[in-house]
Each structure stands twice: as C-alpha cells, then as structure tokens.
Antibody, heavy 125, light 107 residues
Framework: EVQLVQSGAEVKKPGESLKISCKGS????????IGWVRQMPGKGLEWMGI????????RYSPSFQGQVTISADKSISTAYLQWSSLKASDTAMYYC??????????????????WGQGTLVTVSS | EIVMTQSPATLSVSPGERATLSCRAS??????LAWYQQKPGQAPRLLIY???TRATGIPARFSGSGSGTEFTLTISSLQSEDFAVYYC?????????FGQGTKLEIK
C-alpha cells in the first residue's frame, strides 16, 4: 500500500527555521516525483515545487522560488520542505503528494495520485 | 504562466441531482487536467486524470470531459458524501497549477 506520512504539526515564531518531512512507503521512492502543496487557512491549493528523489532534481513554482527549499534523502525515503526564516504568512497546511506519470502514444499525463495527511505550520509571535 | 479559473465558486445542488463544475485554462493544456475532491480536515483525493479517466476506486457517477482550455466535471446523482470542494489542476512546462476551487454545497 502506497503511503506518504508527514511529520507533525509545528508552532514556530517569526524568524525561526523549520524543516518538515514526508516519508514514502509501499512503492519505489526513487522512481516518482514528490510535490509540495500549500493551503492557507480557508483558501485553495497552491503548488510549491517538486523533487525527484532519484537524483534530487528539483523544480519550484516561481511564487515559491527562493522562499523555501525542497530536498530528499533517498536512503530513508523521505522528502523535506524547509524554511530558513519563517513569516506569519507561512501559516498554512502543507501537503506532500506523489506525482504519477502516465505515458500514452503521443505524450504523457501528470497528476498527484497519493497525498500525505498534511502538516499544519503555525507561525506566531 | 497558465491560470486555471473554476466556476462557479459555490454550487448549491440537492441530493440526487446532477452537478456540473467548470474549469477553464488561460491557454491550452491538451488533456493534462486532473480533478481532486477535498473534504473538510482531509487531504485532497484524486478523482479524474487525463481530463476524463476516473482514478482507481472512484464511482462511475463522477465523469470528466473536455480538452484544450475548457473542462467539465459532472457528478450525475449527488450523494451526501459528494458535498466538498473540488479543484482542477493542470500540468504544463514544469508547472502544476490549481484552480481556486468550487464548493459544492447542499441545497
């Protein structure tokens, strides 16, 4: 059974650093991209970035480039999302999700088929 | 950057009736369009990928259609468990953009 299990809720102060995790199991972790998605309170889903744990190739949404760092440790099947200096506006639920790729004759499809349970990050003084 | 626009923002429908949700892309995304359902306090769940293919375990009352810039999610006969927020998501050139969501509520 494919599972993505995220680390627990965090309460931090502005300016502090943070690293949250997403551990994959039940599949070949190095063969699938893992994405991170932000959901601010009462708002919609925002794609932040994606990493391929096999070689750590990473792509960021322009909205989040330079604001967060995505990494992975394939030896323990875990992806990470980190901040060096949190702001109150980083308060949100963060989800990791596995990217499935479906190849067909003339192209390929990409979609997030399995999701973690979410990590709530609260930043408040 | 491709912008995904969903309409309406809120849709009120009675149980047993049909619901039609729309998603428009600012430029063509071919068939690289997925739909997700999110209930309060839960992670999103994949419903449809490739614009029209149901994900594993998704009931047949959910169907997707469209290509290019116009897409539709139809729920043929609403059940109580279908009232939730629905998001479309596209892939193009290393970007995975979500729409702002449609809240499907009980009328």
């Amino acid at each position: 059974e494919v599972q993505l299990v995220q680390s627990g809720a965090e309460v931090k102060k502005p300016g502090e650093s943070l690293k949250i995790s997403c551990k994959g199991s039940g599949y070949s972790f190095t063969s699938y991209w893992i994405g991170w998605v932000r959901q601010m309170p009462g708002k919609g889903l925002e794609w932040m970035g994606i990493i391929y744990p096999g070689d750590s190739d990473t792509r960021y949404s322009p909205s989040f480039q330079g604001q967060v760092t995505i990494s992975a440790d394939k030896s323990i099947s875990t992806a990470y999302l980190q901040w060096s200096s949190l702001k109150a506006s980083d308060t949100a639920m963060y989800y990791c999700a596995r990217l499935e790729t479906y190849y067909y004759g003339s192209g390929s499809l990409y979609y997030f088929d399995y999701w973690g349970q979410g990590t709530l990050v609260t930043v408040s003084s | 950057e491709i912008v995904m626009t969903q309409s309406p923002a809120t849709l009120s429908v009675s149980p047993g009736e049909r619901a039609t949700l729309s998603c428009r892309a600012s430029q063509s995304v071919s068939s690289n369009l997925a739909w997700y359902q999110q209930k309060p306090g839960q992670a999103p769940r994949l419903l449809i990928y490739g614009a029209s293919t149901r994900a594993t375990g998704i009931p047949a009352r959910f169907s997707g259609s469209g290509s290019g810039t116009e897409f539709t999610l139809t729920i043929s006969s609403l059940q109580s468990e279908d009232f939730a927020v629905y998001y479309c998501q596209q892939y193009n050139n290393w970007m995975y953009t979500f729409g702002q969501g449609t809240k499907l509520e009980i009328k």
